[in-house]
C-alpha cells in the first residue's frame, strides 16, 4: 500500500486546514485508515482513526470536537478536516492505514505508513 499526505502548511490559531491522503496498490474501502502525528521532540502519537467495515471513526481527546476525519473510497482518498487550530497541533502528520478491521492507535501497530506533511500552527 502506497499513502501520500498533502494539505499541510502555516497557519494562524484558531484556522483550519485539510489533509488529504491518497491510497494506492489495495482496495480502499477494504483498509482502516487514520492519522497519527509527531511533533519535534516527542513520540508519534494516534490523532484520528476510520474503521472499513462499519466507518466507525474515534479521535484523540486532544483533537476530539475540532477534527474530523473522513474518507472518500470512491477516490481512495482519506481527509483530516482541521479546525480551531492551536499552536500546540504542530507537528508532521502521517495518514496510516491497516487491513485490520480498526486501525491501531499506537503506532508499533499499524501495518502501513506514508510520508508526512508538516502543520504549523503560530500564535
Known amino acids: 500500500v502506497q499513502l501520500q499526505a498533502s494539505g499541510g502548511g502555516l497557519v494562524q490559531a484558531g484556522g483550519s486546514l485539510r489533509l488529504s491522503c491518497a491510497a494506492s496498490?489495495?482496495?480502499?474501502?477494504?483498509?482502516?485508515m487514520g492519522w497519527f502525528r509527531q511533533a519535534p521532540g516527542k513520540e508519534r502519537e494516534f490523532v484520528a482513526g476510520?474503521?472499513?467495515?462499519?466507518?466507525?471513526?474515534y479521535y484523540a481527546n486532544s483533537v476530539k470536537g475540532r477534527f474530523t476525519i473522513s474518507r472518500d473510497n470512491a477516490k481512495n482518498t482519506m481527509y483530516l478536516q482541521m479546525n480551531s487550530l492551536k499552536p500546540e497541533d504542530t507537528a508532521v502528520y502521517y495518514c496510516?492505514?491497516?487491513?485490520?478491521?480498526?486501525?491501531?492507535?499506537?503506532?508499533?501497530?499499524?501495518?502501513?505508513w506514508g510520508k508526512g506533511t508538516l502543520v504549523t500552527v503560530s500564535s
Open positions: 496498490g489495495r482496495t480502499f474501502s477494504r483498509l482502516s
Open positions: 476510520s474503521s472499513w467495515n462499519d466507518g466507525t471513526t
Open positions: 496510516a492505514a491497516d487491513s485490520s478491521f480498526a486501525i491501531a492507535t499506537v503506532p508499533r501497530g499499524v501495518e502501513y
